[in-house]
């Protein structure tokens, strides 16, 4: 299959757009149209904007997640001995890498749009043998019909242009019985109380311009949706607490949403109209955080449906 990606795995050994990846049942063939820019496999044609793409994002992403708690919690019971299973939308790599550690038997692959992020997943599973990293798609992924065993990408949907498509090429790439897990945030940056017109205000005009990146902040909860209309027989449907602040925000966390927001200023400039103003957004946002007197929450779902 043709993709818009390189296969990132390989940066300096990219002679040709023929390569080959290897899991426990076999070798799969990607073909891969690239540029090669200063020795470094660049993109030819992403499908769609990250909001977040920055140097910074990967190990932002990578601080954010305990990945042996979560394997435990969501995938081990999906994954038998030797199971085959894919992470769309990897980032870092860090879950991809928990799991590859946890299920030695197992083959896992991490599929990325941004090379800069699997760069760094590839240096952080160095060690492990059973785990491998590619550039592509996640609306058009370049893996055969029926071949993973698990499939499942967390906090990708939000971001996608289309993820309904890329929900159905999740159920494509899984095999017949095979466990597809959707999991994504839900009303973060939304929900608070008590309201604050002129910080509501900025927001909706943030969110009003991220939409033409098609950034969804309420896609939690249309993960079940999604998965039924991929034809997907749904056997979980959970919702949890993501975050929850009540009065003044903790110093670590608000370190975290400062970078998160750093983050993510270019495409509030561009939104808001000037930096002046997404800078402002900014100030304004954390400020409600360090009261006394506020509440601020998210959700997150999680979908575990069988094809």
Known sequence: ??????????????KQSNFRWRMNHGWIAVHSNLRLQGGSVMHTSPSHEYIMEDAREA??????????????????????????????????????????????????VGIDQSSRRLLVAKDAALALPNVDFVGGDAMALPFPSNTFDVVYARF?????????????????????????????????????????????????????????????????????????????????????????IAGRVAEREREQWELKLDIALPALTRTLGSRSAAVGFKKQFLEYLDRDDTLSWSQIFTVIARK
């Open 156 to 244: 990708l949907l939000e971001y996608l242009m289309q993820p309904q498509t890329a929900v159905n090429e999740m159920a494509r790439v899984c095999r017949p019985g095979g466990a597809i897990l959707l999991q994504d945030l839900d009303g973060q940056t939304i929900l608070h109380y008590p309201p604050d017109p002129e910080l509501d205000t900025q927001i909706n005009n943030a969110l009003a311009g991220l939409a033409q990146t098609r950034f969804d902040p309420l896609v939690g909860r249309k993960l079940f949706y999604f998965a039924s209309a991929a034809r997907l027989t749904v056997e979980k449907t959970d919702i949890e607490t993501y975050h929850l």
């Open 59 to 108: 190990h932002r992403l990578a601080d954010k997640v305990d990945a042996p708690s979560w394997v435990r919690t969501y995938l081990a019971p999906l994954c038998g001995a030797g199971a085959r299973i894919l992470d769309v939308g990897c980032g870092p790599g860090t879950v991809a890498a928990g799991l590859a550690s946890s299920f030695t038997t197992s083959s896992v």
């Open 1 to 14: 299959m043709t993709t818009g990606y390189a296969v990132a795995h390989l940066p300096c050994q990219a």
